[in-house]
């Protein structure tokens, strides 16, 4: 059900910026999701085509790929990726603190959409 609102949402933001630019019809929207999240990428395409028929976005392809888990150190401030696995016991490469906090990974983004 969290797909539900989350891809009511990237269609608003689509439609939104198709507005008003002479948008015939939106063919690819590449989003960017974050690796903790709990979107699955199949349930987001299955409610969009649902979501988006009789708009300009129905048919449109959702080009996903996942961005990556960064922490920042609390100590040395610098960031760095960690895999999903590793989060629990993830230490600073440069400094070995084991004080971090998230900057990426939990979020989407619509980075761009083609349109005709």
């Known amino acids: 059900m969290h797909e539900l609102q989350v891809t009511e949402r990237i269609l608003a933001v689509v439609l939104q910026h198709a507005s008003g ?4 019809r939106i063919v690819t929207i590449h989003l960017r999701v974050g690796e903790l999240s709990d979107l699955e990428d199949e349930w987001i395409q299955h409610y969009f085509d649902y979501l988006s028929k ?6 449109a392809r959702l080009a996903i790929t996942r961005a990556p888990i960064i922490l920042q150190c609390a100590s040395c401030t610098g960031t ?4 999903k696995e590793e989060l629990g016991n ?5 400094c ?19 349109v005709l």
């Open 54 to 59: 009789g708009t300009q976005a129905e048919s």
């Open 80 to 83: 760095f990726k960690v895999k």
């Open 21 to 24: 630019h002479d948008v015939e």
């Open 96 to 114: 070995g603190s084991e004080e971090s906090q998230l900057i990426s990974g939990r979020g989407y983004l619509v980075e761009n959409m083609e």
């Open 90 to 94: 993830s230490k600073c490469p440069d």
